[in-house]
């Protein structure tokens, strides 16, 4: 039998993965919004911010891994109802992500030039990259601890806040990035600058919503204190089972920093402009990819929680259909909307050839 009859099943994929997509259509909609509008800048500035955001791209994925983590172990804690395991595993995960966020914003603060460096060698791109990411490494800390804190709330069934989350982000970081980078309601313009510091913003107000929703929600009940407490057997199941899980991402992660710095050296006209357009594509086209499998994530751990463990094998087979079919689907319309994409950006024709032909590529691999 390759799908399961388990009605309650399908209800829960659909009720978990609909909030996590809609949450990363929204992330989606924050970093479109920063791509067009600094689009009006000219191809530097869009070659510049894509180089600078390929640190956030790298503190994303190993975010991802930690959240992962998280779910994994958490998830099946809360097949068993322990909210008190819950909360020392999620708050293994927050420190040691947050120790990551640090690490890197030390670095991006104090040697912005040499990092955009490592993928271009344009001295346009280098000055614009550095700019930007000199100011929105600082957000990086803030970025951290708001998806921890949403894994913990996912690892208890609570998909929503994301959402809400999100929303809040795009709010601000659509009308700062207005202000800022054109210099309109009274704001000088900044341009690559003023989009930078529009991040940091939206990223300090995510943070706050969702550090007084967590304090505030009886679900998990989980308070400051409790990131002071550590415990040696679950730290060693966080290592254990987490480790490979954020090695994955790592690993990854590394390959789309390679892809970078080699098309970051491309004398091709247009060339790392096109992989900044493919790359937003890309990331739409894995909204409803990444809300499916976080649900996927949580329903997994919670059922092997509870130790059923022939119901998950045969969740895992419907798992492989339903994703097979969602595949073709996306691929298929990831192509279709290509020009449509590729014209909401104001960049040169040779840019626009070239991410024709990186959106196509896209949309076989996807």
Not at 208 to 233: E, W
Request: hydrophobic share 50%; aromatic share 8%.
């Amino acid at each position: 039998m390759l799908l399961t009859k388990d009605k309650t099943f399908y209800k829960t994929l659909v009720a978990l993965a609909i909030p996590i997509a809609l949450q990363n259509l929204v992330t989606f909609s924050v970093n479109l919004a920063d791509s067009v509008m600094v689009g009006a800048l000219g191809d530097a500035a869009v070659s510049g911010m894509y180089m600078g955001n390929q640190i956030q791209t790298l503190l994303q994925v190993f975010s991802g891994g930690i959240e992962g983590a998280i779910l994994v172990l958490a998830a099946q804690y809360w097949g068993l109802r322990d909210t008190g395991s819950i909360r020392k595993i999620c708050s293994i995960g927050i420190r040691l992500s947050v120790l990551v966020g640090g690490v890197l914003t030390l670095l991006c603060a104090l040697l912005p030039e040499e990092i955009i460096g490592l993928f271009s060698h344009d001295p346009e791109t280098i000055r614009c990259g550095a700019e930007y990411l000199g100011i929105v490494c600082f957000s990086y800390i803030f970025f951290c601890l708001t998806q921890s804190l949403i894994a913990a709330m996912r690892s208890v069934e609570i998909a929503k806040i994301g959402l809400y989350v999100s929303l809040c982000s795009l709010v601000a970081n659509v009308g700062l990035n207005y202000a800022l980078i054109f210099g309109k309601l009274g704001f000088p313009a900044m341009g690559i600058k003023g989009a930078a510091i529009a991040t940091v913003i939206a990223r300090i107000l995510e943070t706050a919503i969702v550090t007084v929703y967590v304090l505030k929600d009886h679900r998990l009940s989980f308070r400051l204190k409790d990131l002071l407490v550590t415990d040696r057997g679950l730290l060693s199941d966080f290592l254990r089972y987490g480790l490979p899980i954020i090695g994955g991402q790592v690993v990854w992660a590394v390959n789309m920093l390679a892809s970078s710095a080699i098309m970051g050296r491309n004398t091709a006209e247009g060339a790392v402009v096109a992989m900044s357009i493919a790359g937003t594509v890309n990331n739409l086209a894995y909204v409803v990819m990444n809300g499916m499998s976080g649900a996927v994530g949580i329903i997994t751990g919670k059922t092997i929680g509870a130790g059923e463990v022939e119901k998950m094998k045969e969740y895992a087979r419907t798992v492989q259909v339903l994703f097979l079919a969602l595949g073709l689907v996306t691929g298929l319309t990831v192509f279709s909307v290509r020009d449509f994409s590729i014209s909401l950006y104001a960049v040169s024709p040779a840019a626009v050839a070239q991410a024709q032909t990186f959106i196509n590529v896209l949309s076989v691999t996807i």
